[in-house]
């Protein structure tokens, strides 16, 4: 089974930086979009951007346009968000996902990594 494997989360001033990474782990099969989510505590999950690699189009959540960029290697299923200017709301848990098709839904998780800005 193909699994997704985040690193780089950790603890970080406010106006800091972090960049996360999202590998897979054991077989890999080819994905479409892989993408980044975000779960703060009593919140739930909200998309935070991704990257679909037949376009090389990128997309975000407003909330972090101009902070956040994502780039990646579609040929390892490898994809990187580079976190800036980070405030103490970015605080959350960062999963990163991966869908097959245009059409179809976010089906292969990591695990997930922590995230928290400190003010």
């Known amino acids: 089974q193909v699994q997704l494997v985040e690193s780089g989360g950790g603890l970080v001033q406010t106006g800091g930086s972090l960049r996360l990474s999202c590998a897979p782990s054991g077989r890999t099969r080819s994905t479409y979009t892989m993408g980044w989510f975000r779960q703060a505590p009593g919140k739930e999950r909200e998309f935070v951007g991704a990257?679909?690699?037949?376009?090389?189009?990128?997309n975000f959540v407003d909330s972090v346009k101009g902070r956040f960029t994502i780039s990646g290697d579609s040929a390892k299923n490898t994809v990187y968000l580079q976190m800036n200017s980070l405030k103490p709301e970015d605080t959350a848990v960062y999963y990163c996902?991966?869908?097959?098709?245009?059409?179809?839904?976010?089906?292969?998780w990591g695990q997930g990594t922590q995230v928290t800005v400190s003010s």
């Open positions: 990257i679909t690699w037949s376009t090389n189009s990128i």
């Open positions: 996902a991966a869908r097959s098709g245009p059409y179809s839904v976010y089906d292969t």
